[in-house]
């Protein structure tokens, strides 16, 4: 029989497995061996816009000298086909589904909002935006209304939580007012909603959303979420992911116009941890390591990509009140901080799970790609092959994959397949296409995320030429 025991050193709760070394689960080299196939569906890009190149504020360089750092694209709600892009480096543009010329909407750099990018410009900077979807419907509290997510020094401000562990920077919500909806430079008022401290420079605030499926009336309707990661480092090292005092690792899910007694924003009565002893209110979900992207389908459906540490990245479907395990989960496996007594950073065997965890209903393991960057359910009518199939990318390798959605079961990982990608004429992976150096190790980045349009269209975002190029038809 193995016994085990917990002792606490400065905080920290370890689990120590009482048994011989002989008895240690193996580390598993290549934890999914099946290898992810190439599909059978094709596309080709075409170029839409191209956004101005911008410098970061940091120097000397730290990272990757990308051209531009463009993180999503999102149509505002208000039927124009105006699609609003977020630069990390700061600047908001606008462009539209006929392919416009980008133009500033709001420069950050340029407001009196204690905007830094400089920590890590990488991950730091306007990681997110998110329209009220009362946004154009004028004599409603949302209109004009909109959300950005971003980077702020420490000490600029006093935050929600964590104020006290703000050793590198903040994670910041701000609500900006348009004075008008139909404007394409933003004129109006602003105010901070939210700030948590951030004691590491990656790892930090997300995607901004807002639930489309749900209508005025409804619990859900105009409940702003917003992602957190662990707070950066490796291996969680200040346990974030399983402590649930404040949103760190999250979902949180808050209501930005329902504010009182002093505070900016409200707590919806409904989320799953109102009321219970050793929970942040805010939160919805918990136990992620690095969700940067989020997105919802038209039906209401989360999907949640979750970057993985060295070996699993994860496809998880959004739930109310759950826990997906990070640190002592990543993907279907164990890390070391679930087991004890043996190495981080591998994966392990599934133990007998303790504790309620959700599983993801997709993974891939580092033998397929880096890091998982966003992902959307596909509902244009270009691609018919494509529809209604969650489509995701890999930031660092380019490759694009793609999963059914029919009975997509937390747990029982789903089959990936690869997107077949035409660059000029050719198949081709896009970072050997358009990418850029890595200087993270050799060869070349893609820099790849993916952007959406009122339509359902799907479009790639590439960092190394700052391009957006809508994803049609192969030949």
């Known amino acids: 029989m193995k016994i085990r ?15 011989g070394a002989e008895s240690k689960p193996e580390a598993l080299a290549d934890p999914i061996p099946q290898k992810i196939e190439m599909g059978a569906i094709s596309v080709t890009l075409e170029d839409f816009v191209r956004v101005p190149s911008m410098d970061d504020s940091a120097n000397p360089m730290q990272t990757n000298n990308a051209y531009a750092r463009i993180q999503y694209m999102t149509p505002l709600p208000d039927n124009t086909g105006r699609l609003a ?7 908001l543009y606008l ?3 006929a392919g416009s010329d980008p133009i500033v909407y709001l420069d950050l750099r340029m407001q009196d909002v204690n905007f ?3 920590t890590f410009p990488n991950e730091t900077g306007l990681a997110g935006v998110a329209f009220h979807p009362d946004f154009a419907n004028r004599g409603e509290p949302g209109y004009g209304r909109f959300y950005t997510a971003y980077s702020a020094p420490s000490n600029s401000g006093i935050a929600n939580y964590l104020d006290d562990a703000s050793d590198n920077h903040e994670s910041v919500i701000r609500e900006w007012t348009a004075t008008s909806s139909e404007a394409n430079i933003f004129s109006g008022t602003s105010r901070e909603i939210f700030r948590i ?7 930090n605030i997300g995607t901004l959303g807002f639930n489309p499926a749900s209508n005025r009336g409804e619990p859900d309707y ?62 919805w979900a918990y136990g992620l390591r690095h969700p940067q992207g989020f997105s919802f389908d038209i039906d209401g459906t989360m999907y949640i990509c979750d970057i993985g540490q060295t070996q699993i990245e994860e496809v998880n479907i959004g739930q109310a009140g759950a826990n997906y395990g990070w ?23 599934k133990p007998i799970d303790e504790k309620e965890f959700t599983y993801p209903v997709a993974q891939f393991d580092h033998d397929e790609g880096n890091a998982i960057s966003s992902g959307f359910v596909y509902r244009g009518s270009s691609i018919p092959e494509l529809y209604q199939k969650f489509i995701f990318s890999d930031m660092v390798t380019g490759r694009v994959f793609y999963i059914d959605t029919d009975d997509l079961e937390p747990g029982n990982p789903t089959t990936i397949k690869e997107l077949r990608i035409e660059f000029f004429g050719q198949e081709r992976n896009v970072a050997d296409a358009i990418g850029f150096p ?5 060869g070349n980045r893609a820099g790849l995320r993916l952007g959406i349009d009122s339509k359902g269209e799907l479009y790639f975002l590439t960092k190394g030429d700052g391009r957006v190029r809508k994803m049609i038809p192969g030949s």
Do not use: K, W
């Open 438 to 442: 890595n200087t993270y190790s050799r």
């Open 197 to 203: 401290g951030q004691f590491d420079q990656n790892h």
């Open 222 to 283: 105009g409940m702003l979420y917003a992602s957190f990661g662990d707070g950066g480092g490796a291996n969680d090292p200040r346990e974030f992911g399983q402590s649930t005092g404040e949103p760190m690792s999250s979902i949180i899910r808050i209501d930005p116009l329902g504010g009182s007694d002093g505070s900016a924003y409200g707590v919806p009565e409904d989320n799953p941890f109102v009321g219970e002893i050793g929970f942040a209110p805010e939160i």
């Open 116 to 118: 830094d990018d400089s």
């Open 85 to 91: 892009i977020n630069d990390l480096r700061g600047v």
């Open 5 to 19: 025991f917990s002792v606490a050193i400065v905080g920290i709760s370890i689990c120590v497995p009482l048994f």
């Open 95 to 97: 462009t539209d589904e």
């Open 327 to 349: 640190r002592v989960r990543e993907g279907t496996f164990a890390t070391a901080f679930g087991i004890g007594g043996v190495r981080p950073n591998p994966v392990y065997p």
